[in-house]
């Protein structure tokens, strides 16, 4: 583990920079070796988090995605990379990333963030030398496999869009919605293995534009242009089978019924947000439904427990036999979940809808800080209406725990400081998420490896968020930065200064739709930023 990891001083309370800190100690107590012998495991050969070491001691697919952005986070380049490592050695040698690295479970995957988490290990890389141009080869390699043949090969239906199902029993639904992440849900209607997620097929259209850009950084163009095409495709093919013009959102398809799920509404309607892959004005009518989810304590899964059709209230020992069908749905009112939270937070941000992030930001982090002080523990899921970690689920509830912990991380370090990484541009992008909802305390940390970078990073907004002050200080500077500061007042006139001097800006619409103010700074060691609009 790092030695000396980011710090945060400054954000929102005391109880969220205490449960930071706990967070930072908890991780090597969740990281294992495994050992070549070991029978209750496919051992993988890198180091890794594992969500729990409870229930589940294993690398699992999905979760080591929201893990690993909080690792990043926190400075842990090698056990990232190490982690990702895993996940190709998987491809390599069992034609599939796992659900989790036991013998048991070979045929079966999760959620795909396989090209998702190669691009935080690219972050720290870039510009390419030959060893890193070898190593991104072999990754993009390995995931173009994933693509055609796991997801467009087994998983594929005939709308051209897929759905989950474990390889060894296509009809099993109780597999499949083990494979969907969201075991269990009444959102499937106890169908999940004839149902096309709006989740699953938006994460497939990020995956084709990752791979686009990661042939792209390997001087191929033709395979580029390829790759677009194919999200190109799979973004159409959402749009027509996903988004409903009439009640603004996107839903699960039905093969059998062929039509939308708009009775069965879930918070996976706004990962095309996250993705890019909605339109500017359909991720309006999208934050429109924001309130239906929206709870004390974050974002709930669904806005209730649907019927499942067909079956009746369940005697005592059907719930025991199928909770896929009967329940208890802990992927249901009320509970929320970290990896959700990340998605629509991240997705707002994308689209410009900054106060609603904020908002939201601080709703989860001060629940999961309360009960960390309340309880000592961090918890695999929340009762998100009561603020509670009593949350329904069908085996005890789960403490460690590492997507948990990964959001947390990255809600404080990338979400509300705004720092990140952009392939596309081949350099960090500074946003601070000025918000209504976090004016009232400045952000400032010490991050330490993140991006593989060591710097200061203080920003502060005014209550009307018409004035921002940035300051930044780096170890050695950075060969380029750009800086984009959320225009929250686009008929005002703006001033931008940089060390006391006005520096150009291109004032406009981002790719997205929302108005900012964007400039580029070249070899930045120290600055001092200040914004202002009237």
Same mark, same amino acid.
């Given at each position: 583990?790092?030695t000396?990891?980011?710090?945060?001083?400054?954000?929102i309370?005391?109880?969220?920079?205490?449960?930071?800190?706990?967070?930072?100690?908890l991780?090597?107590?969740?990281?294992?070796?495994?050992?070549?012998?070991?029978?209750?495991?496919?051992?993988?050969?890198?180091?890794y988090?594992?969500?729990?070491?409870?229930?589940?001691?294993?690398?699992?697919?999905?979760?080591?995605?929201?893990?690993?952005?909080?690792?990043?986070?926190?400075?842990?380049?090698?056990?990232?990379?190490?982690?990702?490592?895993?996940?190709?050695?998987?491809?390599?040698?069992?034609?599939?990333?796992?659900?989790?690295?036991?013998?048991?479970?070979?045929?079966?995957?999760?959620?795909?963030?396989?090209?998702?988490?190669?691009?935080?290990?690219?972050?720290?890389?870039?510009?390419?030398?030959?060893?890193?141009?070898?190593?991104?080869h072999?990754?993009?390699?390995?995931?173009?496999?994933?693509?055609?043949?796991?997801?467009?090969?087994?998983?594929?239906?005939?709308?051209?869009?897929?759905?989950?199902?474990?390889?060894?029993?296509?009809?099993?639904?109780?597999?499949?919605?083990?494979?969907?992440?969201?075991?269990?849900?009444?959102r /499937?209607?106890?169908?999940?293995?004839?149902?096309?997620?709006?989740?699953?097929?938006?994460?497939?259209?990020?995956?084709?534009?990752?791979?686009?850009?990661?042939?792209?950084?390997?001087?191929?163009?033709?395979?580029?242009?390829?790759?677009?095409?194919?999200?190109?495709?799979v973004?159409?093919?959402?749009?027509?089978?996903?988004?409903?013009?009439?009640?603004?959102?996107?839903?699960?398809y039905?093969?059998?019924?062929?039509?939308?799920?708009?009775?069965?509404?879930?918070?996976?309607?706004?990962?095309?947000?996250?993705?890019?892959?909605?339109?500017?004005?359909?991720?309006?009518?999208?934050?429109?439904?924001?309130?239906?989810?929206?709870?004390?304590?974050?974002?709930?899964?669904?806005?209730?427990?649907?019927?499942?059709p067909?079956?009746?209230?369940?005697?005592?020992?059907?719930?025991?036999?199928?909770?896929?069908?009967?329940?208890p749905?802990?992927?249901?009112?009320?509970?929320?979940?970290?990896?959700?939270?990340?998605?629509?937070?991240?997705?707002?941000?994308?689209y410009?809808y900054?106060?609603?992030?904020?908002?939201?930001?601080?709703?989860?982090?001060?629940?999961?800080?309360?009960?960390?002080?309340?309880?000592g523990k961090? /918890?695999?899921?929340?009762?998100?209406?009561?603020?509670?970690?009593?949350?329904?689920?069908?085996?005890?509830?789960?403490?460690g725990?590492?997507w948990?912990?990964?959001?947390?991380?990255?809600?404080?370090?990338?979400?509300?400081?705004?720092m990140?990484?952009?392939?596309?541009?081949?350099?960090?992008?500074?946003?601070?998420?000025?918000?209504?909802?976090?004016?009232?305390?400045?952000?400032?940390?010490?991050?330490?490896?993140?991006?593989?970078?060591?710097?200061?990073?203080?920003?502060?907004?005014?209550?009307?968020?018409?004035?921002?002050?940035i300051?930044?200080?780096?170890?050695?500077?950075?060969?380029?930065?750009?800086?984009?500061?959320?225009?929250?007042?686009?008929?005002?006139?703006?001033?931008?200064?940089?060390?006391?001097?006005?520096?150009?800006?291109?004032?406009?619409?981002?790719?997205?739709?929302?108005?900012?103010?964007?400039?580029?700074l070249?070899?930045?060691?120290?600055?001092?930023?200040?914004?202002?609009?009237?």
């Amino acid at each position: 583990m790092a030695t000396s990891s980011t710090t945060f001083l400054r954000v929102i309370n005391d109880e969220v920079l205490e449960t930071h800190r706990a967070i930072q100690a908890l991780w090597s107590s969740l990281t294992r070796q495994d050992h070549p012998d070991e029978p209750d495991r496919l051992p993988l050969p890198h180091p890794y988090v594992v969500p729990s070491t409870g229930l589940f001691p294993y690398q699992f697919y999905w979760d080591s995605f929201f893990t690993i952005l909080g690792l990043v986070v926190d400075g842990e380049e090698a056990l990232v990379a190490g982690m990702v490592e895993n996940f190709l050695y998987e491809m390599e040698t069992f034609g599939r990333v796992l659900n989790y690295n036991h013998p048991a479970i070979r045929t079966r995957s999760q959620p795909p963030y396989l090209t998702a988490m190669i691009a935080e290990v690219l972050a720290h890389r870039l510009p390419l030398d030959d060893e890193d141009r070898t190593w991104l080869h072999r990754a993009y390699t390995l995931a173009a496999r994933e693509y055609e043949e796991v997801w467009m090969g087994e998983h594929a239906t005939p709308i051209g869009l897929c759905r989950y199902a474990d390889a060894a029993d296509p009809d099993d639904e109780e597999r499949a919605q083990y494979e969907s992440g969201w075991d269990f849900s009444s959102r /499937w209607g106890g169908r999940c293995r004839r149902i096309v997620p709006v989740d699953l097929n938006t994460n497939l259209y990020r995956y084709a534009r990752d791979l686009a850009c990661f042939a792209q950084l390997l001087g191929n163009e033709e395979e580029a242009a390829v790759w677009e095409r194919r999200a190109a495709e799979v973004q159409a093919r959402v749009q027509e089978y996903c988004w409903d013009e009439e009640a603004g959102f996107f839903f699960d398809y039905d093969l059998d019924e062929a039509r939308r799920l708009t009775e069965r509404p879930s918070l996976a309607g706004f990962q095309p947000l996250w993705a890019g892959l909605a339109s500017p004005e359909q991720a309006d009518a999208v934050v429109e439904w924001l309130p239906e989810f929206e709870q004390r304590g974050g974002l709930s899964c669904t806005l209730r427990t649907y019927p499942i059709p067909g079956v009746e209230a369940p005697r005592r020992e059907e719930e025991e036999r199928a909770f896929w069908l009967y329940g208890p749905f802990q992927w249901d009112y009320p509970n929320g979940w970290a990896p959700l939270q990340w998605l629509t937070v991240a997705g707002l941000r994308r689209y410009g809808y900054f106060e609603e992030a904020g908002r939201l930001a601080r709703e989860w982090l001060t629940m999961v800080a309360h009960l960390y002080r309340e309880t000592g523990k961090l /918890w695999e899921k929340y009762d998100v209406v009561q603020r509670s970690h009593q949350a329904i689920g069908h085996y005890p509830i789960q403490v460690g725990f590492g997507w948990t912990n990964g959001v947390f991380e990255a809600l404080l370090g990338r979400a509300i400081g705004g720092m990140e990484y952009n392939l596309e541009a081949g350099c960090p992008v500074l946003e601070p998420l000025t918000s209504e909802a976090l004016f009232d305390v400045p952000f400032e940390a010490r991050y330490r490896g993140y991006l593989g970078l060591d710097f200061s990073l203080y920003w502060a907004v005014s209550p009307d968020l018409r004035d921002l002050e940035i300051r930044l200080e780096a170890h050695k500077p950075l060969p380029r930065l750009l800086v984009r500061i959320r225009d929250h007042y686009p008929s005002d006139e703006v001033t931008v200064t940089v060390d006391g001097k006005p520096v150009e800006f291109r004032r406009g619409p981002t790719p997205t739709g929302y108005a900012a103010v964007t400039f580029a700074l070249e070899e930045v060691g120290r600055a001092e930023i200040r914004f202002a609009s009237r």
